[in-house]
Each structure stands twice: as C-alpha cells, then as structure tokens.
C-alpha cells in the first residue's frame, strides 16, 4: 500500500521537486557563503595591509628621527583593536624597540607562527630594522560561522516548506518553481538576489516568502559589508593623505639633511665630505678632457694664541669672518670648504697653478688688511698647487699641504707654490 502510494505520480513529483529544490538551494547556499567569505577575506586582508603599511611608515619614520616614546605611546594605542594581537618593532639587530606590551622592550625577537586563528605579517623596514605584527581571524570567523548557521537554518527551514508544498501540490510545484530557478540563474550570472513575487497563502507562498525573506537577509548582509567597504575606503584614503603628508614632511627633512651632511656647521661653508667629492668630480674631469684645475690651502697664523687669549667663542667668530671674506672673494666657479680645524681650501676649476696662486696671494692681502673683532688683524698662510699627469687627489693634497707648511717655516702670511 505504501509501495504504491510512493509510486504515484503526485509523490514522485514531490520527491522530484524535493530533490532538485534541495539541490538549488545548497547551489545558492554555496554560492552566498564563497561570496560572502572571499569578500569578508578581502576586506579583512585589505583593512590589515593598510594598517601595516601605516605602522610601517610610522616605525620608519620613527626610527629615524630616534622618537621612540611616541612610536611606543602609537603601538599600544592602535593595538587597542581587537583585530590586532601583538604589534613589535624591531631595529637591524632583531631587538624590540617597541610592542604592544611594554615588558617585551629591549628583548630579543620571538619566532612566531600562523594558526588559523591569527596570522602574522613581518617586513622589514629599509635598513633600520623590520616590524611584525599578529592579525586575530577569529572575528571574520565568527562572522562566517553565524552567517553559514543562518544559512544552513533557512535552507533547513526551506526544505521542510518544499516538502510540505510538494506534498499537496506537486503537479503545481514544477511551474512555480520556475521563478526560483530564475533567481538563481540571476545570482549566478550577478551574484544578487531578487525578491519573488507572492501570490496566494499556501504551502508554495510560505515557501516564497521564506526565500524572500532569506534573499532579504542575505542581500542585507551584502549591503552591510558593501558599507562596511565604503568605509573602509574612506578610512584608505585618509592613511593615504596621511601618508602622502608624512612622506612630503620627510622629502623636506631628507633634504635638509642633505644640506646638513655636506656642510660645516660653524661656517656654513662646505664640509670635507662635500670638498672631497668635488675634487673626485675634478679629477674624473681631468683624467677624460685633460681640463687642468688646481687647490689652494689656508691655514690660519697663531690661531692656538688666539682661542688662549680671547676664547674659543672669538677663534669661532675669527673662523666664520675668515669663511665670508674668502667666500665673497672667489670666483662662483670656485668652492670653498673646511679642511680641518682652522684650516680651509679652495678647489679652483678650470685654474692652473699661477693663476691659483695669484688667487691666494689677493686672499691673504684682504685677510692681512681685515680688522676682525677683539682680536684685531689676522694672517693666513698658502699653499698651492696645480693636477699633474698621472696623479691621484691624494698627491695633488699632499703636495699643496707640503707648501702650506713650506710657508708657515718661511715666517707665515705667505704664499708657497707647491
């Protein structure tokens, strides 16, 4: 009896019906949560990569300018969310300079490992050290899991509708079914749902409106995290500008210290580092086009007298009178650097060893004729000498020091060839 009631064509068609149904909804239901994962994946990826890279800027900049206290007070104030576990940030001998947890400074790197509760990001950070930092997945997790609870919920819910409407309805099933077979065909090729249209109070519009009431949810939640995206662009977009003006602000402090690196900081004039570079540029031009260039070095006579009798603050202010006088009287072709101490030189471009020479030899009358402060006139020793062929910088130095020291032995205020 039994046998035949389930061999009728009301309960095959109801048995159909229940199959098929079931196998559209675990296709919408599969569909929905790869959606709705990828997305949330993204977004969570997203949201990570650009804290990282904000923490990153920051560490970089911070280790730069050696402001640790702030760079501590920023850690622990953004690892306040719950998405992040641990934050430390490492200098170029793997020791934590700064983390989340302040007991943890001044240790040495801990290996850490991925689970699939928490991940970690680790780079480094140009050459001053590298940053870690530990992501927590249980909230996009716990998200997924009531999301997928919901789902599986509403398709447990939908099938016992079908089975009951299949039940009464069979004949009528396989026709009205063709609105649900077009909203899934809808979110495959959209990946959106659309609500059907109700008609009537039986089994089959409960059914309707149960899906409907899922795709509302479903669509709800889509919504939210589409929100949650645009928010989270907007938050992007901010770093980005924050980024953008940290960046401008450390263009503008590299170059001061460019400017800084190569220049003394009592005189302002050129440093040994930037001398040494231009007379390598000298060379180099000498060696391809044989244009000859030459060097004058100053020392000034009894500077030791002056810093014992009038104080170091006077020989500093003889130094930076010195400096402007000589600075103002070479050709803008020439640069002027501090040699060392009380010492100065000048690379002549373009110049050969007399006109050099004369060069020096009007230098020393105005610095003889200069009355300086407090310590009234002041004299300078020369030496100067022209590049030879098959010379290096080092023996064109040495030769101009050699007659340098040539002057100061002939009685000073002088000026040698060398």
């Not at 079908?162 to 809808?186: M, Y």
């Not at 992007?236 to 400017?259: G, I, P, S």
């Amino acid at each position: 009896m039994l046998k035949t009631k389930l061999s009728s064509l009301k309960y095959r068609i109801a048995i159909t019906v229940f199959i098929l149904e079931g196998i559209m909804l675990s296709v919408v239901l599969w569909n929905t949560f790869n959606f709705v994962e990828v997305q949330a994946q993204e977004d969570l990826n997203k949201r990570h990569h650009v804290t990282f890279e904000l923490i990153k800027q920051i560490s970089s900049n911070s280790i730069f300018a050696e402001e640790y206290d702030d760079l501590q007070q920023y850690i622990e104030k953004i690892s306040e969310d719950p998405g992040i576990i641990n934050i430390a940030v490492l200098n170029n001998k793997s020791i934590i300079i700064a983390h989340n947890d302040f007991n943890k400074v001044g240790q040495k790197s801990e290996k850490f490992i991925s689970t699939p509760e928490h991940y970690w990001l680790n780079e480094n950070i140009d050459s001053l050290g590298s940053i870690q930092i530990e992501f927590s997945l249980a909230s996009i997790k716990s998200q997924l899991k009531k999301a997928k609870s919901m789902g599986v919920g509403l398709a447990i819910a939908g099938m016992l509708l079908i089975a009951v409407s299949g039940l009464t309805f069979g004949f009528i099933l396989t026709h009205r079914l063709t609105s649900l077979t077009e909203v899934i065909s809808n979110f495959k090729d959209s990946g959106e749902y659309i609500s059907i249209e109700s008609t009537g109070s039986d089994e089959i519009a409960v059914l309707t409106n149960a899906f409907n009431h899922m795709s509302n949810k479903i669509n709800n939640y889509i919504e939210k995290i589409e929100k949650d995206k645009g928010k989270l662009e907007r938050r992007v977009d901010e770093r980005t500008e924050e980024l953008r003006k940290a960046k401008n602000h450390l263009v503008n402090v590299n170059a001061k210290l460019n400017v800084i690196a190569v220049t003394d900081h009592l005189t302002q004039i050129s440093n040994r580092i930037r001398i040494e570079e231009q007379l390598k540029i000298e060379n180099d031009r000498f060696k391809r086009y044989t244009t000859k260039y030459s060097v004058i070095l100053l020392d000034i006579d009894n500077f030791k007298s002056v810093n014992d009798n009038y104080g170091h603050d006077i020989g500093d202010q003889v130094l930076i009178s010195i400096s402007n006088l000589l600075k103002r009287n070479i050709r803008s072709t020439d640069i002027i650097g501090r040699w060392g101490g009380e010492e100065f030189i000048i690379v002549c471009a373009e110049a050969d060893l007399d006109g050099a020479t004369q060069l020096a030899d009007n230098l020393r009358l105005l610095i003889e004729k200069s009355i300086f402060d407090s310590v009234g006139s002041v004299t300078c020793s020369f030496g100067t000498a022209e590049i030879q062929n098959n010379e290096t910088v080092k023996d064109l130095i040495k030769r101009s020091d050699k007659a340098l020291y040539a002057a100061k032995e002939q009685g000073r205020n002088r000026v040698v060839k060398g």
